[in-house]
């Protein structure tokens, strides 16, 4: 099936790095990562428009989960990556758990949670989690 070109097929998407960014694990870390990814996803933008207006709204949205789920479930540091593809753009989050998230039922009575990680799978392409000796890495990727 045939498409029509977008801004980020051509070689100038390419010019915007991966951004790499470290935050120790705190509560107010979760707004950094929000924060450094709207800054990517700003000067993404400039180069490479997004498909549509909800593509920077669901990054964003993904990667406050993955934060807040770090800064809750994982002791200690975290690490954030994103980085544009061809058609999209690639976050990874690595923590300090190797447990490997799962998702859990909402419960509106206790006071919510459980959504974050269903959000996560119905916004990105791809979602896989690596484990390695001294935690995971979350792998996800969503439409730009």
Same mark, same amino acid.
């Given at each position: 099936m045939a498409t029509e070109p977008r801004g980020n097929d051509s070689s100038a998407s390419w010019t915007i790095t991966a951004r790499t960014a470290r935050f120790a694990g705190e509560p107010w870390d979760v707004t950094g990562a929000r924060l450094a990814t709207e800054d990517f996803l700003r000067e993404l933008a400039e180069i490479s428009p997004p498909s549509a207006p909800e593509c920077r709204y669901d990054i964003v949205l993904v990667v406050t989960e993955l934060a807040a789920n770090a800064v809750q479930y994982a002791p200690g540091p975290f690490e954030l +990556?994103? +980085?544009?593809?061809?058609?999209?753009?690639?976050v990874m989050l690595g923590d300090t758990s190797r447990v490997l998230p799962e998702p859990r039922p909402f419960r509106p009575d206790s006071g919510g949670g459980g959504i974050g990680w269903h959000l996560v799978h119905a916004l990105c392409d791809q979602v896989s989690v690596v484990p390695h000796a001294t935690g995971k890495d979350v792998h996800v990727f969503l439409p730009w």
């Open positions: +990556r994103l +980085r544009p593809t061809f058609d999209g753009v690639h």
